[in-house]
């Protein structure tokens, strides 16, 4: 098999099993899920975060509340078990706790 002939296989026929295998959003790039789904047993006061966990949603408060993990800059408090993604929507972090 020559390296074009394989080009050719790539670049034609792997789309086309691709969108047989996973629908036709794999060919012609399907916009992805706009809301998340929730962990079953989340409540509405928790999000699931990225290991599966539901964790309490950022909150003001006075004073760091039990569990917080950072101070986002939008004086909200988050309950994040990583820094990814960590107060994205609060304009970042401005502490660690």
Known sequence: MTIEYRKRVLRFVLPAVSAALFGAGA?????????????????????????????????????APPGATALCKDGDYSFSENHRGTCSGHHGVAKWL
Do not use: I, K
């Open 27 to 63: 060919l012609f790039g399907a916009p992805a899920t706009a809301a998340p789904l929730l962990h079953a047993s989340c409540s509405a006061t928790e999000y699931d975060n990225v290991d599966g966990d539901c964790v309490p949603r950022p909150q003001q408060a006075p004073s």
